[in-house]
């Protein structure tokens, strides 16, 4: 009896380490995205489908933003909208994004945007222009 303690403890043993060290080990840092945010990775594929939300403030929207985004942010909602307005979305998704991910300004106006556009996706990008910029996930 005490000898198949001893397997049985060995072999869950060598079983975690193969787990965790093994280079084809499953993955256990998987990231988990909130429901109404989409990858870098996944918004990268959609290419031209995609009508980006820049909501960081004129100033760093100058220095570097994906190509073809358009500005809005809560501060300047009024005078910004109505350019957003008049985009014909032709059936391309809406990704909001900030400079960084853990900024709160990107769900609030995705949020906004959906009452706006109630028959388009609306996502925020889970990553901020600095990890994009880096091509980060």
Do not use: C
Request: hydrophobic share 45%.
């Amino acid at each position: 009896m005490m000898q198949w303690a001893v397997l049985l403890g060995l072999s869950a043993i060598l079983g975690v380490a193969t787990a965790l060290w093994h280079p084809h080990g499953p993955s256990f840092a998987q990231i988990i995205l909130p429901a109404d945010a989409v990858s870098a990775q996944t918004a990268r594929r959609w290419g031209g489908h995609v009508l980006w939300i820049d909501v960081r403030a004129e100033e760093e929207y100058q220095r570097g933003h994906i190509p073809g985004a358009l500005r809005l942010n809560e501060r300047e909602w009024e005078k910004l909208l109505p350019a957003v307005q008049e985009i014909d979305l032709g059936g391309r998704a809406i990704v909001v994004y900030g400079q960084q991910a853990t900024s709160d300004e990107p769900g609030k106006i995705a949020q906004r945007l959906r009452m706006i556009f109630p028959d388009t996706p609306v996502f925020t990008l889970a990553v901020g222009w600095q990890a994009w910029q880096e091509g980060g996930p």
